[in-house]
């Protein structure tokens, strides 16, 4: 009755609930919903929400919705003597209605009141919320505090370099705020992301000692590290790779190009410029959020979109808990109009290892306005903070952020002391404060910061250490430091000269046509070369080709099974052939060395524009298609040689992608690797009734020939199909003959009874297609009999 009522006035897609509702109010609106599945729907509903899984907004409308259902229910009832029926109906409908939003006021009363009554949950939710510039949900976090109290929260950072002191005092003391109130803060640490982008010369050990030195700077930064935990994302996701990467996928078939080109703000590019690389990243933040089970991404304002991409994806998934988002705020750089600190531009922050001098140098010429609008806001840039600054001035930003982030702090300066950032603000911008003492405050303050971490590595033996060899590795020459190719090998290079053929993407319903075409190529590669034919099958979970199981593991089940079947009708038809044939599944072949797949797969990727892949195929928006374009060079990559033959035998539609990926591996510096040559037959089509007048293809059931068809199928759509009396040019069954019957059948011929006149029967050979064509061309020979 509920749903009834506000369906006229709901939108379900913009409602924050399960999905199972969601499909009510949509089924809802077209027709009407028996009032006993109505009730039965929302006691259920009620149990969601006290699983905490509704929004509260969603609550008061059932409920208002319910109550106001009950006084049109009466009216609702046509006066007929017929009637009496329905009024009972109506009433007990009324009452029922009445209980179901009583039920649920109660139930959203006594949840809010529970948490608002709970002094600890409060404490902690008000020291959690001053983390973030903004809570993504601040419901949904006192219900998280309310009900695990032992929650994970993530950051990542790339162990690249130096760090500032943003990411050194600021982000202490906030990883201390969410550990007091009782979460386990989890950093990951992306040395594998640092090795992809080549950082200290593609080296994982060096990449590593950064990641230590970073732990040193944060420990004698005052980083309580009793409830923190470093993973190394080399470590995790080498060792769990099928589950890091299949997410991955299920991930990246869920969006479209346009949604995830929305993200690639945190890579700091216009979005008109991007790599198809680019396009990766977000996709591979997002799954570090539930590779790591986290409950909050407590990450900077500027991961907010990739982060809320995640929440989307547990929309799509069916996954009741989303990550909550604490963002918190991005820091001024020091220099006029920068919305935040740049690593390559060393003036635009203060570093953790800065000498005295250098951070009173660099704070003394900082910008610092005393008017608001001096900085203008910037159009085509999205802007790195959730809160409204019109001053924006850097040193207020290092007062409020990195002087007050301090446990009882009180900042210094022009002769007073300050309690809280909103006096020092007030002061200067009144000029009781000028810039000349607040900046002198600030380098007072910030010196008495970081001078722990200062005295740290220069009297901790192994920090000294560590510090020494960084600085040592820093000062190396490029050359020095050049990193190796990193790449798949699939194939043996004991294999002399090998042919590859790619094998479709599954489906359902594969055609006889399809594996016709396969075998074609396989049997078009020289008997001298070693035949392999490539199943692609986590390419095609990407594509979403076999979708619809419950959970992504039966998805990857399905394009097995279907891969399984395929391979089994290639072996069934020509086992002589097959038997000449070597099958690598993708799959397997990437998890025998997962590191440097991906690495082939994104390094492919920055060497092309997304534009450049996305002409492949603009027939699709999903963003599969740039992720599986990108796998398939990273496999043709996987299987170059330097020294032995590699030729790729394909369809004309497959060659654009598998000649771009043999030019990217011709057009590589120093890797020794020569370029598969790229063989294209064209398609044979065996479709069995004739186009539309504009070429179109007519929807038929019986157009296709199917691999998993019956005796009774292939006869009947072999009786109904196309074939015209001296039509050689396009005459399914002669396609047929030429393809599979004589090349393939037991006795490699055809015999064709014909009546006297036409020159009796015959047999055909393979030798023999060309003949039989021109024959049944020429007429001799009836449509029925061929």
Known sequence: AAIRHRRGGVAASRLQAPPRLCACFAAASFSPVPMPKALSLLEQLIRDVQAGTCAKELKTMIADGAAAKETTNAAAVPSNPDAEGKKASAAHAAEGSKKVAEQTRAVSSKEEEAAATNP????????????????????????????????????????????????????????????????????????????????????????????????????????????????????????????????????????????????????????????????????????????????????????????????????????????????????????????????????????????????????????????????????????????????KNPCLDYVQHIVFCMPGATFSAGGRQFADFASVRSAFVSGALDEAQLKEGLILAVNGLLEPVRKHFSEDAEAKRILAQITEWMQEPKSVRASPLRRLNALDETECAVAVVFAPLPTAQPTVGAAADVLRCLATAPNSHKRVLWLSDWSAFSMNCLGGGKTRADDLAAVAAANDVFVAALEAIAPSLMSTVKVVRQSQAILSNPSDYWISVINAGRAHSLSAIRAIDESTQEVGQVITSLMQMADVLSLASATNERSIYCLSEQQPLLQLAADYIGAMKDSMLKAPSVNALPRASMRLKAPHADGAAVPDDDAELMLLDGVPDVTRKMKKAFCEPGNANFCPPLVIVRELVLPYSDSKSLILKRRAEDGGDRTYTLDDSSELAEEFAAGKGHPGDL
């Not at 995830?260 to 990243?281: D, P, S, V, W």
């Not at 539930?290 to 909050?296: E, G, M, P, Q, R």
């Not at 919305?339 to 003394?364: C, H, Y």
């Open 120 to 391: 600890e949950v409060e404490r902690n939710l008000q020291t959690l919320l001053s983390v973030g510039e903004e809570c993504v949900t601040p419901t949904e976090l006192r219900n998280l505090l309310t009900k695990k109290p032992n929650f994970v929260l993530y950051d990542g950072f790339e162990p690249s370099g130096r760090m500032h002191i943003a990411q050194g005092v600021f982000k202490a003391m906030n990883v201390n705020k969410c550990t007091q109130t009782g979460g386990t803060f989890i950093f990951w640490v992306a040395d594998w992301f640092a090795l992809m982008n080549d950082k200290m010369g593609g080296d994982l050990e060096r990449i590593k000692t950064v990641g230590h030195y970073l732990i040193h700077v944060w420990t004698a930064a005052g980083m309580d590290m009793q409830r923190v935990k470093f993973l190394w994302s080399s470590e995790e996701i080498t060792k769990h790779a099928k589950d890091y990467w299949t997410l991955a996928l299920d991930i990246t078939r869920r969006f479209t190009v346009a949604r995830i080109t929305k993200c690639c703000q945190i890579m700091g590019r216009a979005e008109g410029t991007l790599t198809a690389a680019q396009i990766l990243y977000p996709l591979m933040q997002c799954t570090d959020i539930f590779f790591l089970k986290a409950d909050i991404c407590q990450l900077g304002v500027d991961q907010r979109k990739v982060n809320m991409l995640a929440r989307e994806y547990c929309d799509s998934a069916g996954i009741k808990l989303k990550p909550i988002i604490l963002s918190h705020h991005m820091l001024y750089g020091l220099s006029k109009g920068q919305a935040k600190m740049s690593k390559s531009n060393r003036d635009s922050a203060i570093f953790m290892e800065d000498p005295a001098d250098e951070v009173a140098r660099k704070l003394r010429q900082a910008y610092c306005p005393t008017q608001e609008g001096e900085v203008e806001d910037k159009p085509d840039e999205e802007s790195m903070h959730l809160t409204e600054d019109k001053l």
